[in-house]
């Protein structure tokens, strides 16, 4: 197949691509046509159909289509004219190959993982842990292919490993460099701080907010979920399970971020940093990525709160 990133102004291309949206639109001339967002793992890209020919089969949104299309451009934007399409049959297309996915291995990510909880000598926090990954194997297999997010970072499959997986190996660092903290608390928090992401957004195609999502949110449906987890493990105590959940609700850090709370344990404190810095990080290589070839400013980034450009090397 073509990925979007790889196509050029001119080319005739006849491939498979997920169809993002579809809109019915009218021209000034009362004609109707499609404006369709096509999308690979590589990016998107705006397509129009102008002609509704025979050529054109049924189709809806989040199909996966294939298409027979001439690559043009539109205000210093690639487009895509599209002739004929039809729906793609079973066995045409991976699904991997249309949703961003997480650049690293998802097995090798799932056994860091494992290492951290073997890792971990408390003995209720090993359980819990246990408990969510690796005595559920349906938990397993959703949290190693969900985003972490709709937008703004690790909005791709895998997205939710690579996110946490990162925030905790960084909470392991701060551990050894840091005696103060309590390491198991920290990288159980770690592990744990974003699963309520699995109920706040639905898995892809979609990567939308559920109704549940909308109305709590992933830090309250973690620290309830979490809390559900912990009251099931005999004689886990009261103190350390509030303290684990303490330091759920404040991993956004500020009030404004969405946390409940601001951290009041140290280890509340350093997940905080941890998370902050992962996403930020991810958030700015995505900008990168995104404009591989442009060394001038990216503009403003809400997230990042400045004007960012790539380092320039001489």
């Not at 790889?6 to 639109?25: Q, S």
């Not at 292919?145 to 939710?160: D, P, R």
């Not at 770690?190 to 892809?204: M, N, P, Q, T, Y």
């Amino acid at each position: 197949m073509r990925y979007i990133r790889e196509l050029h102004e001119g080319e005739n291309i006849t491939g498979v691509y997920f169809c993002k949206t579809k809109t019915v639109a009218k021209t000034k001339a009362d004609k109707t046509y499609y404006s369709l967002v096509l999308q690979d793992k590589t990016g998107t890209i705006d397509a129009k159909v102008w002609n509704l020919s025979n050529g054109i089969e049924h189709f809806e949104a989040l199909d996966y289509i294939c298409i027979d299309a001439q690559v043009t451009s539109y205000n210093n934007q690639l487009q895509m004219n599209v002739s004929r399409i039809r729906k793609a049959r079973e066995g045409e297309y991976v699904v991997s190959e249309y949703m961003p996915c997480s650049p690293y291995k998802t097995e090798e990510m799932f056994d860091a993982v494992q290492k951290l909880i073997a890792d971990t000598k408390d003995p209720y926090l090993h359980a819990l842990l246990s408990t969510f990954f690796l005595e559920d194997d349906a938990f397993a297999k959703d949290y190693k292919k969900h985003s972490a997010a709709k937008m703004v970072h690790h909005g791709f499959i895998g997205g939710l490993l690579h996110h946490s997986l990162f925030v905790a190996k960084t909470c392991e660092f701060l551990a050894k460099q840091y005696p103060v903290l309590n390491r198991d608390l920290l990288i159980t928090a770690a592990l744990l701080h974003d699963v309520g992401k699995l109920r706040e957004i639905s898995d892809f195609p979609e990567n939308d907010y559920t109704d549940e999502g909308q109305l709590l949110g992933h830090i309250v449906i973690g620290a309830m979920w979490i809390g559900e987890k912990c009251d099931a493990i005999e004689g886990f105590p009261k103190k350390l399970k509030d303290e684990l959940l303490h330091c759920i609700v404040a991993h956004h850090g500020e009030l404004e971020f969405g946390s409940p709370k601001k951290p009041a344990l140290i280890e509340a404190l350093a997940l905080a940093f941890a998370d902050n810095m992962d996403a930020k990080i991810e958030t700015f290589t995505e900008l990168l990525q995104a404009n591989p070839d442009t060394t001038e400013w990216l503009g403003f980034n809400k997230l990042l709160e400045s004007n960012v450009r790539r380092t320039v090397l001489s």
